[in-house]
């Protein structure tokens, strides 16, 4: 029997299963059923509190919204691990399962996990559908700075490559967006400004953050700021990797990287007052670029 079929009993046994893929791997299973159930090789909690509103479809192009809501539980979603981004952009798949025959049931909705708010133990998660990333730029940007980021394919420069990357022991921990250390021995001052700090070991492990500014204070200690703190902060004694930054200009590409045969911007594309060129009389009217007023 089908899922179709059962419902068309009229007395149904239904309930609902959300399927949880975060970025690094890790899936979860939560059913707003009174007992867990098991297929496609996960168990679906129910220990979590879980629920949510309808799910509104349609058939053009607007985003399927829906939010879910549940308990931050040991078990299951904590906060830490909220805090620390590790739900940012899970995928979601929620599924409308037969709970005495768990073989039957349907895929109610496909999507990502958007914005989550936490208040008294409980958490409540805005859900985007597939369509969203309909929404999303895409293709490239003409202008000056390179449009690559550092170490994509688009790039093609190797951030494992000798004096590119640091792995150091945090050392003095200011806050939550400012490092320092007593020295990064063979690393020019700025070597990681625009680059990233990603946290190795630890609770915070696996998060990261860009570089604002590297410099060399008063006291001679390094420091590395980032520009939005890290939602969980490292211990002092915990592995970071610093990798070099690029602040996108031709002449970093050219002359840091040694990369401008994969630079994927556009250096000489004219700025945006040539507009205000025009022909003057007395002016060197050669067909060459022109020039505003007072230029």
């Not at 349907?106 to 996990?113: I, K, M």
């Not at 609770?203 to 939602?231: K, M, Y």
Request: charged share 25%; glycine share 14%.
């Amino acid at each position: 029997m089908t899922l179709l079929a059962h419902l068309q009993t009229g007395i149904t046994t239904v309930a609902r299963c959300w399927k949880l893929t975060r970025a690094d791997g890790a899936v979860l299973g939560f059913t707003d059923h009174d007992r867990d159930l098991t297929f496609d090789g996960v168990t679906f909690r129910a220990d979590t509190g879980l629920s949510a509103r309808a799910v509104e479809a349609s058939a053009g192009l607007a985003v399927d919204n829906s939010e879910a809501m549940g308990a931050l539980v040991d078990a299951g979603l904590t906060e830490a691990d909220i805090m620390a981004g590790r739900y940012d952009g899970a995928e979601v798949a929620l599924w409308e399962v037969n709970w005495e025959s768990p073989d039957q049931r349907r895929l109610a909705f496909r999507g990502t996990l958007g914005e989550i708010t936490r208040a008294g133990g409980a958490f409540r998660a805005e859900l985007r559908g597939l369509t969203e990333a309909l929404g999303q730029a895409r293709g490239r940007v003409f202008q000056p700075q390179c449009g690559a980021v550092l170490g994509d394919a688009a790039c093609g420069f190797d951030l494992g490559a000798p004096g590119f990357r640091a792995e150091v022991a945090a050392e003095v921990i200011e806050a939550a967006h400012s490092f320092a250390f007593g020295a990064l021995a063979g690393f020019s001052e700025r070597w990681f400004a625009f680059g990233r700090l990603e946290v190795l070991d630890g609770p915070a492990a696996g998060l990261s953050g860009v570089i604002r500014s590297d410099r060399t204070g008063p006291d001679g200690l390094r420091r590395v700021e980032l520009w939005q703190g890290l939602a969980l902060l490292p211990r002092p004694g915990d592995l970071l990797r610093l990798e070099a930054g690029c602040d996108k200009r031709a002449e970093t590409c050219r002359f840091k990287f040694d990369n401008f045969l994969n630079f994927r911007g556009f250096p000489h594309i004219p700025r945006e007052d040539w507009v205000l060129g025009y022909p003057r009389a007395g002016a060197l009217n050669d067909g060459g670029p022109l020039r505003g007023e007072g230029a």
